[in-house]
């Protein structure tokens, strides 16, 4: 166990943090993180598999050793080969820390993808419990399963959540070496950058990666992962070769509407597995589905209600799915979606006789809708959808088509270049 500590945390002899475990800052997500640091509460990073959490961690390490000892601070990662894989483990690392360094004052525990262990929950309860600020613990995890009610049972009051997400437009640009200054004068840059992002997502070592060879490799082996590790794996499914066939199905089709029916009779399986499989597969954060968007939750969640579904990258959609000419428009709206789940924005779709891409239902119960288009040349559903939809609801906060690059406000509806949209302007 003292040779495993020691190659994880090799700041207790050499003081720092080695150069390439730290990349490029993520400022957003640091510095809310930095903020939490001096409560007593147990910090959870969760968040698809390779979307940076192990960097951010390694750059709060980089951060604390300005002020705090070496030896304080202690980081394993439960994905590590081990022999056992139970709360002894947890215990052993823990122990072994101690024993070698006999820290004194404040510790700071990082566990990484400790949702690996089970019962893990109750280990850090038991030592939260006993030490309070003592300790300060930020544990990671790739399920979102990690956030179970048993979890919430015994941790009521005592965590902070924040999720990670592959890198946004405006983080995509900061790992290019752009800096922005003037959005008119560096248009044509942004625009060229945006085709870029549009494609090839915002996993951060594929950004950085210069070979698209090897970036594609690299998107497939996250996806291998993420279906064998965080679904196969930890949810014991025998019937892998469906829920392959399933994933692709959906991965393709990202930002259509579905059925589980429909899903059920296309690959083969019950609809209770569909149900299930797509479950799993959201735990692992790696699609995500949306309802129909309705004051009634019970119309809203109807199993025969139809679904869109998106998926958590562009790259990484793209990478595995069956690529069409007309994935242009799907790129854009997946995109979309996934800026709206980085903003916390709860989302929905809405459908009559046209169709509204998103619903957003605001904190003050007033409703935002949004459609995308990928082209200048707006099609008129795009805003027969948005005006049937202020006919059909109260409280409107505001009415909005993402455009290519088209920019103006028309009938109540503002017109907003996407790549604009996604940098926050």
């Known amino acids: 166990m003292k040779g495993i500590l020691t ?3 090799t700041w207790w002899d050499i003081g720092k943090v080695p150069e390439n475990k730290k990349l490029i800052l993520r400022e957003d997500v640091l510095d809310r993180l930095k903020r939490l640091l001096p409560s007593k509460e147990v910090l959870i990073l969760t968040g698809v598999r390779r979307s940076g959490k192990s960097t951010i961690i390694y750059q709060l390490i980089d951060f604390l050793l300005k002020s705090v000892s070496a030896k304080n601070i202690l980081y394993f990662n439960f994905d590590e080969p081990l022999q056992e894989k139970s709360i002894k483990t947890i215990e052993a690392v823990f122990s072994e820390f101690l024993k070698i360094n006999n820290p004194k004052g404040r510790k700071y525990v990082f566990f990484d993808e400790i949702q690996t262990i089970s019962g893990w929950e109750k280990w850090i309860k038991k030592y939260y419990d006993l030490h309070g600020k003592d300790i300060k613990f930020l544990i990671t995890g ?17 965590i902070f959540t924040n999720n990670v997400f592959p890198l946004s437009f405006t983080e995509f640009l900061k790992f290019k070496g752009v800096k922005i200054k003037s959005l008119a004068l560096q248009k044509e840059e942004i625009i060229h950058y945006f085709g870029e992002f549009l494609d090839k997502g915002g996993f951060p070592e594929v950004v950085l990666e210069k070979d698209d060879d090897v970036a594609e490799m690299r998107l497939k082996e996250y996806f291998d992962g993420i279906l064998l590790r965080d679904v196969i794996s930890s949810k014991n499914i025998r019937e892998t070769a469906k829920l392959s066939e399933l994933v692709h199905y959906l991965i393709t089709n ?7 029916n429909k899903l059920a009779n296309t690959v083969g399986i019950s609809l209770n597995s569909v149900k299930e499989y797509l479950s799993f597969l959201e735990d692992a954060y790696l699609l995500f589905q949306v309802n129909f968007f309705s004051y009634s939750v019970k119309k809203s969640i109807m199993i025969q209600m139809p679904r869109k579904i998106y998926c958590i990258d562009n790259g990484l959609r793209n990478a595995v799915s069956f690529r069409f000419s007309k994935d242009g428009g799907r790129l854009v709206e997946n ?8 903003r916390e924005k709860e989302v929905f779709y809405w459908k009559n006789s046209n169709e509204v891409d998103f619903v957003i239902k605001n904190k003050d119960d007033s409703l935002t809708a949004i459609n995308v288009s990928d082209t200048n040349d707006i099609n008129k559903r795009e805003i027969e959808g948005l005006l049937e939809f202020k006919k059909s609801f109260k409280r409107i906060e505001e009415l909005l088509i993402l455009t290519n690059d088209t920019e103006k406000k028309e009938k109540g509806i503002k017109f907003v270049p996407v790549w604009k949209w996604l940098l926050g302007e």
């Open 7 to 9: 190659k994880w945390n």
């Open 142 to 158: 790739s399920n979102n399963s990690m956030l179970s009610s048993n979890l919430s049972k015994l941790l009521t009051g005592r």
């Open 254 to 260: 990202v930002s259509t509407l579905f059925s589980y």
């Open 335 to 342: 995109l979309v979606f996934i800026e709206l789940k980085r």
